[in-house]
């Protein structure tokens, strides 16, 4: 069949139109001769009724350079094995979704994403909205043969964008029969301003019942101004079960989250069947974060489990508030874990740096500073207050205040048959309460 001479400098074939499946044309015959560009589009609609863009079928699309926006029905759908990779110079903004999932992008059915910009360009989503997953809505199955990343987010920017669970996005990590692997999630690079939601104005992460190991990583990130009318200002994370449920924040910045509820900055629950988890906080700073509990971080575990743990190392936590417990970190049935961090200026009623069942702080690689808190500086539940301080090393708590009752102390209180244990240098100096100057009369 002879369709005659086409003569351009560049050839584009919009796939959805001709139906290909692949970014690939078959030559039957030498017969074209190209001299200039051949290029194979991935389905750049003209119309709203050409949205959502479907990935599926194992198929791979790269896209770049490219705005989106004022779509009602999503703009890419990534299932059944495809793969998107946005590569550089995208924006996703104003487009909404009232009563589905992901404005911009929804992955679901084992696909994969990958958001790959630069730090000299931004990804940048802006004004989506969406029932769950303001701009991003991720439902990760891990089908293969071995543990993958099925969902890697890297230098996006996401601006006032809102949902009902995850302002900006949303990863679930759905428990499915089919498949026997583990899977995480990485956030790196990313800039998250004024986001909101119910629950996780940034960020909502699932980590569903399931017998396998599953990760969520957020590095080098900065969340500013994100707020949930609930729990986890900025980042919000439940686990309904599993063997190992593990989450990390490392190099991040949280300032002036607020929640309604819990977790200014962080929220995280888990329920009675989690086996281990685990929240890693590494070299990140929390300041003027504000919630009722837990003015920076709340996590809230049943009280059998024994798994739930929130570690801390080399972090400052800086005026921070909680209208009621722990102005810095509140876990009432949960293990903190401190490693030379320091915690100033925070408030609370109680707990004004930590409120938690079991706390031991500890300094290593550099002092510790306890200071300027107002409210009791640590409460302990029901456990142990330990502090070690290496050789060389101090722990230093001092200027904190308490006014209130005469049944609580400036510097370290505890509820019912706390005990507590000091190791090495630890100072007390100039903590003022109008009762207990250090220690209430619950501690052994």
Do not use: C
């Amino acid at each position: 069949m002879n369709y005659g001479k086409i003569k351009a400098d560049v050839m584009v074939f919009d796939r959805r139109k001709i139906g290909m499946k692949q970014d690939k044309i078959k030559l039957l015959s030498a017969a074209i001769m190209l001299s200039g560009l051949l290029s194979v589009s991935p389905a750049v609609a003209e119309d709203e009724s050409s949205f959502p863009i479907v990935i599926d079928d194992g198929e791979k699309q790269t896209q770049a350079d490219k705005a989106y926006s004022n779509q009602t029905n999503g703009v890419y759908k990534i299932v059944k094995s495809g793969s998107l990779v946005l590569a550089t110079d995208l924006e996703f903004a104003n487009n909404k979704n009232a009563t589905g999932n992901g404005a911009s992008i929804v992955v679901e059915q084992g696909g994969q994403l990958s958001v790959s910009g630069t730090t000299e360009k931004y990804y940048t989503f802006k004004n989506n909205s969406a029932k769950n997953g303001g701009a991003i809505y991720a439902e990760l199955t891990n089908y293969g043969d071995s543990a993958a990343e099925l969902f890697n987010v890297s230098n996006a920017k996401f601006e006032s964008n809102s949902a009902d669970k995850g302002g900006a996005v949303y990863v679930n990590f759905k428990h499915d029969n089919g498949y026997n692997n583990d899977v995480t999630a990485t956030i790196n690079n990313a800039v998250f301003n004024e986001n909101k939601a119910v629950n996780g104005g940034a960020v909502y992460v699932d980590f569903a019942k399931d017998n396998k190991t599953i990760g969520a990583n957020i590095i080098g990130s900065t969340f500013t101004g994100n707020m949930a009318t609930e729990n986890g200002g900025a980042v919000y994370g439940v686990a309904e079960g599993g063997e190992s449920l593990n989450s990390s924040v490392s190099n991040s910045t949280f300032t002036q989250n607020t929640a309604a509820k819990n977790g200014g900055a962080i929220y995280t629950k888990t329920s009675t069947n989690v086996l281990a988890g685990t929240s890693v906080i590494e070299n990140s700073t929390f300041t003027q974060n504000k919630a009722l509990n837990g003015g920076a971080i709340a996590s809230e575990a049943a009280e059998s489990d024994a798994g739930a743990y929130i570690t801390v190392s080399d972090s400052t936590f800086d005026s921070n508030e909680a209208t009621n417990y722990g102005g810095a970190i509140f876990a009432p049935n949960g293990y903190v874990i401190v490693k030379d961090s320091d915690f100033v200026n925070n408030k609370a009623t109680q707990g004004s740096a930590i409120y938690a069942a079991d706390v031991k702080i500890s300094a290593s690689g550099k002092d510790v500073k306890i200071s300027g808190n107002q409210g009791n500086a640590i409460y302990v539940t029901d456990g142990v207050l330990t502090m070690n301080a290496a050789n060389g090393r101090t722990i230093t708590v001092d200027d904190n205040v308490y006014v209130g009752s005469t049944d609580n102390a400036a510097a370290i209180a505890f509820a019912g048959s706390g005990n507590y244990v000091f190791n090495n240098k630890i100072n007390f100096s100039s903590d003022y309460a109008s009762g207990f100057a250090f220690v209430a009369s619950g501690a052994n």
